[in-house]
């Protein structure tokens, strides 16, 4: 079965800290990866993505991706956290059939001032 | 613009009891698709709409569950005879167009408690 996997479930940052989330995703072919982030009290909202062409994706708010296809991973980064990034990561893909997304368990990320 | 909207915020059911969660997706989208998140996990594919037609309801847990779109907006989500298993935020999203690469838009949930 398609999976997606996220390896950090909570990480502690100060401000200005850099930070990388890892995700893996479990199959070849054609796919398309998100990051979609969740603040506290609000609904899911999309990152960045991932379809085709360069490899490193540039998001909202300083975040970028960069797909590594031989690894299968979709790495969130951004050089200088801040305190408002306080929120949970979801990474996810897009099924083979193109009909839901696969999401990862997600990472909670909190940042102290 | 008004996004994807979700009612009820909160639902506290018994056991036993049929219980229907509605979505309003963003005005003019195509696509939309239920999930079920559970405590400490990510969501989890339910049912997607092309239209006013079920394409893929392969994640359905069971023929408890039940999904309608009839006029190609409004969704209800549909769970008969509830166990506490049941219990999870149910979100729904929607889609401007088909095909997987096109962001999808999440309401803000319905949180589901099965007593």
């Keep these: ?113 | 613009g008004a996004g994807v909207s979700q009612t009820p915020s909160n639902k506290v059911t018994e056991k036993g009891k049929y219980v229907e969660l509605r979505c309003d997706p963003i005005s003019g989208h195509t696509a939309l698709y239920w999930y079920r998140q559970s405590l400490g996990q990510g969501p989890e594919f339910l049912i997607y709409f092309q239209g006013t037609g079920a394409a893929d309801d392969s994640g359905l847990p069971n023929d408890r569950f039940f999904a309608v779109r009839p006029e190609g907006s409004v969704s209800t989500l549909k769970i008969q005879r509830t166990e506490r298993g049941d219990s999870a935020v149910y979100l729904c999203a929607s889609s401007p167009r088909t095909g997987g690469y096109n962001e999808q838009f999440f309401g803000p949930g319905t949180r589901l408690t099965v007593l």
């Design chain 1, 1 to 113: 079965a398609q999976s997606v996997s996220q390896h950090n479930h909570h990480v502690i940052l100060s401000e200005a800290a850099s930070l990388e989330l890892g995700c893996n995703y479990s199959y070849g072919g054609t796919v398309n990866l998100f990051w979609y982030v969740q603040y506290p009290g609000q609904h899911l909202q999309l990152l960045l993505k991932y379809f085709s062409g360069d490899p490193l994706v540039k998001g909202i708010k300083g975040f970028e991706a960069e797909f590594i296809k031989s690894k299968f991973s979709f790495n969130l980064r951004k050089p200088s956290v801040q305190w408002s990034d306080t929120a949970e990561y979801f990474c996810a893909a897009t099924n083979q059939a193109g009909t839901a997304l696969i999401f990862g368990k997600g990472t909670t990320l909190s940042v102290s001032s």
